[in-house]
């Protein structure tokens, strides 16, 4: 794998990175910091009251000298625990071989502080 995109979901890529994961069998952990670019960007798209809705992230793989690119929807959602709100994304996906990673087959949290 050698890059990521955090897009929206119509797909305009808000912000990416160049990474470097080798293998047949990959956990990619998600740069929270960048989620949050996405979370912050005005979207028609989102909950006004606390940013949540679809999302997309792109992962450009190599396989076999072969350049592929997926785009995987996620839902980002803002859930009030006490005092504080956890923002996470759900992979919306089917995809079998993609769903057997235990990264991406659950919710990703990617920021927590006070609401």
Known sequence: MSRL???LSN???IVSEDVS???EVLEVPL???L???VW???RPDRNSWDHSGPAKVGLTVEVDEVTRQYILP???EALIAGQHVLREARWLTDVPWLM???CLAQPVPFAVGPG
């Open 21 to 23: 994961f080798q293998g």
């Open 5 to 7: 995109e955090y897009m």
């Open 74 to 76: 996620v839902q980002m």
């Open 40 to 42: 912050n960007t005005p």
């Open 100 to 102: 057997s990673s235990r």
């Open 11 to 13: 797909e305009t890529c």
């Open 35 to 37: 989620l949050m670019k």
């Open 31 to 33: 740069n929270y910091a």
